[in-house]
């Protein structure tokens, strides 16, 4: 099982951006922890602060792979295009947020991209793309 991580704009800062909000552990580390919790799946991670790189690493993977847990960051709340590439694409998405959005600005509550995504998590910290791990790692053994 072939599963992305996607980690949109300003992710890239984790463990020096705002730790309060986001934590002071970098995204590289977390990635290693992963790697060796999920054995069973074929992880890889991109991390982009384009809109477009970000579009395009979904056209990419998104006929081939059985999973992309995608953190958009900010576009999340902006962007109908990455909405677009999600529903363009047959290999489920599921939406992760560090923050809890919904406890945040209003301008945090929507997401363009829920609609299109096979499920959203919310606020658990790093801990919300171990939960996305764990639904793919279920269907393996279902
Ligand atoms: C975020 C929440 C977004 O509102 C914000 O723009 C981010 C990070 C999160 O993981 O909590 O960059 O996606």
Redesign the pocket.
Same mark, same amino acid.
């Given at each position: 099982m072939k599963i992305l991580i996607i980690n &949109?704009? *300003?992710?890239n800062l984790l463990g020096k951006r705002e730790p309060e909000k986001?934590g002071n552990r970098t995204f590289e580390n977390y990635f290693e922890e992963l790697k060796s919790t999920f054995e069973s799946i074929q992880l890889s991670y991109y991390q982009s602060n384009n809109e477009g790189s970000l579009i395009d690493k979904i056209h990419e993977v998104g006929f081939d792979y059985d999973g992309i847990v995608l *953190? !958009? &960051? !900010?576009y999340? /709340?902006t962007s109908i295009a990455l909405a677009d590439a999600i529903a363009a694409v047959p290999t489920p998405v599921v939406e992760? /947020?560090?923050?809890n959005?919904h406890a =945040?600005e209003e301008f =945090?509550h929507h997401s363009h991209l829920s609609r299109v995504c096979k499920g959203v998590i919310v606020g658990f910290g790093l801990d919300s793309y171990s939960l996305a791990l764990q639904y793919f790692k279920n269907k393996i053994i279902k």
């Open positions: &949109g704009p *300003n992710l986001y *953190n !958009a &960051g !900010a999340t /709340h992760v /947020h560090i923050s959005v =945040r =945090r």
